[in-house]
C-alpha cells in the first residue's frame, strides 16, 4: 500500500510539471486539469511521509480550494441542485458540528470546577483578541465591506475540535482545553451576533435575534443530540424512560408540522418572534429524535461513533469547495491579501493568547492552551452563519481562506511545543481526550 502512496508522489510531480507548462504556454486546457491531479496526488502522497502525514486532512481542504478555483462552476449547481442552497449548507454544517459533538461528552463540562480561573482568561482572550484583530486588520487592509465583515465573523466565532487536538498533540492542558471549548459554544450564541453587531454594524445588516437563533441551529442543536447519545450511554432506568418519552412527543410533533400544524401557526400567529421561537423549539425536538436514533443506531454500530469524525471532515471539505466556488471572483482580486490577513489574524490569537494568559498568572501549559483556544475559530459556524445570510461567497469567504492556514499553523506550532515540553501530560488529561479523534 506504501508503493501506491509514493506513485502518488511521483504522479504529484509530474503534474507539478505540466502545470507550470500550461501556465507558461498560456494552456488553461493544461495547467487547470494538471493543478487539480497535482493536488489530489499530493494529498493522497502525503500518507508515505511520515512527517507530513498529519497535515493530510489539510491537504484534503487545499483540494478542494484548487479544484473549485479550477472548475467553480462544477462546485455551484450539481445538475438543478443549487450546491449554496442555505437549507443545504445548514444540513452540512450541522453534519459537522455533530460530528464535533460526538468528541465531546458531559464529563468535559465537570472540569470547569477545577480550571474556573483559566477557563475564564481563555473565553475573554477568545472573545476580544480575535474579533478585535479582526476588526483592525479591515480597518488597515480596507476590504470590501462584506468581505470586512466576514474576517470580524470568523474572529467572533468560537474554538472548535481542532483546538482539542493541537492541545493534545503540544501536550498541553487539556481539560482546560475541552472545557474551555465547550464553554465558548455554549455563549457563542449570544456573544457572536453581539461582537458582529458592534464592530461589522456598519459594513453588513446584522440581526441579532436571528443570528442568535442561526447559531442556535447550527452550533447548539447539532451538539445537544450528540450529548443526549453520551447522556443515554450510562443513563438509569428512569432516565432513558424519560428521554424515550420525550423523544416519541417530539417525532408526533415533527410529524405533525408538514401535515398543517405549521401552517395552521402561519394563519394565526402574527409575531415574527413567536413564529421563530416555534421554529427553534422543532429545531430542538429534532435534536431529542436525532439524538435517541443515533443512539439506537450506535449501539447495533460500534465503529459509528469513531467514523463520525470523518463525516465532519467531509462536510469541511464540501464548504469549503462551495465556498470557494460562490467566491471564485472575488478570490481572485483579494485572494493573497486574504490569505495575508489569515496569517496575521491567526499569528495575534497565538500570541496575545499565550502572553495575557501569561500576565493574568497561567503557568506555561495552561498558556499554551489558551493560545490554541484564541487562535482557532471555528470556520464550520462562520461558513453557516454566512450561508444563512445568503452570502457564502463574501462574508463566508475569509473562512474558506482561513481554515486551511489554522490547521497547518496549529500543526506547526503543536510539534515545536511537543518538543519543548514543560510538563508531563496528567493521566487526567489524556483520560479526558480518549474521546478526541486525531485525524491521521
Not at 482557532?376 to 444563512?388: E, I, K, R, Y
Request: glycine share 10%; aromatic share 12%; proline share 4%.
Amino acid at each position: 500500500m506504501n508503493r501506491f502512496f509514493q506513485f502518488c508522489l511521483v504522479i504529484a510531480g509530474l503534474a507539478g510539471m505540466a502545470l507550470l507548462a500550461g501556465v507558461v504556454l498560456h494552456n488553461a486546457g493544461l495547467w487547470q486539469p494538471a493543478a487539480v491531479i497535482a493536488a489530489v496526488s499530493l494529498a493522497l502522497g502525503l500518507k508515505a511521509l511520515p512527517l507530513l502525514r498529519s497535515y493530510q486532512y489539510t491537504a484534503w481542504i487545499i483540494v478542494a480550494v484548487v479544484a473549485a478555483m479550477m472548475y467553480p462552476n462544477a462546485f455551484t449547481h450539481w445538475g438543478t441542485v443549487d450546491l449554496r442552497n442555505k437549507w443545504l449548507i445548514l444540513v452540512v454544517v450541522q453534519l459537522v458540528m455533530f460530528g464535533m459533538g460526538i468528541q465531546m461528552s458531559i464529563r468535559d463540562f465537570t472540569g470547569l470546577a477545577t480550571t474556573g480561573k483559566g477557563v475564564l482568561i481563555g473565553l475573554f482572550c477568545h472573545f476580544s483578541v480575535m474579533p478585535l484583530m479582526g476588526f483592525t486588520l479591515t480597518r488597515i487592509f480596507h476590504f470590501e465591506p462584506e468581505i470586512a465583515a466576514g474576517i470580524i465573523l470568523i474572529g467572533s466565532c468560537s474554538s472548535g475540535l481542532a483546538s482539542n487536538v493541537m492541545v493534545y498533540l503540544a501536550r498541553a492542558n487539556m481539560v482546560l482545553s475541552v472545557v474551555v471549548t465547550a464553554m465558548a459554544t455554549l455563549v457563542a450564541p449570544f456573544l457572536t451576533p453581539l461582537l458582529l453587531k458592534l464592530l461589522a454594524g456598519t459594513l453588513i445588516e446584522v440581526k441579532f435575534v436571528n443570528m442568535m437563533m442561526e447559531i442556535i441551529k447550527i452550533v447548539i442543536v447539532p451538539i445537544l443530540a450528540a450529548l443526549l447519545h453520551d447522556y443515554l450511554k450510562t443513563a438509569p432506568r428512569p432516565g432513558r424512560r424519560v428521554v424515550f418519552g420525550l423523544a416519541g412527543a417530539a417525532a408526533l410533533w415533527l410529524v405533525a408540522l408538514p401535515l398543517g400544524l405549521w401552517a395552521a401557526f402561519e394563519r394565526t400567529i402574527s409575531s415574527p418572534e413567536v413564529l421563530q421561537a416555534f421554529e427553534i423549539f422543532s429545531f430542538l425536538a429534532g435534536a431529542v429524535v436525532v439524538g435517541v436514533l443515533y443512539h439506537g443506531l450506535a449501539g447495533r454500530l460500534g465503529r459509528l461513533d469513531g467514523l463520525m469524525p470523518y463525516f465532519s471532515m467531509f462536510g469541511i471539505i464540501y464548504f469549503t469547495a462551495v465556498t470557494t466556488a460562490a467566491g471564485h471572483d472575488n478570490l481572485l482580486r483579494v485572494g493573497f491579501l486574504l490569505f495575508l490577513v489569515s496569517v496575521l489574524h491567526n499569528a495575534a490569537g497565538y500570541f496575545f493568547g499565550y502572553w495575557l494568559s501569561r500576565l493574568f498568572g497561567l503557568d506555561v501549559n495552561s498558556a499554551r492552551t489558551v493560545a490554541f483556544e484564541v487562535g482557532l475559530q471555528n470556520g464550520g459556524m462562520a461558513s453557516g452563519l454566512a450561508g444563512s445570510m445568503g452570502k457564502l461567497g463574501t462574508v463566508g469567504l475569509p473562512a474558506a481562506v482561513f481554515s486551511p492556514w489554522m490547521n497547518i499553523s496549529g500543526s506547526i506550532l503543536a510539534n515545536y511545543w511537543r518538543r519543548r515540553p514543560v510538563a508531563v501530560a496528567s493521566t487526567e488529561s489524556q483520560t479526558l481526550y480518549n474521546a478526541v479523534v486525531v485525524p491521521e
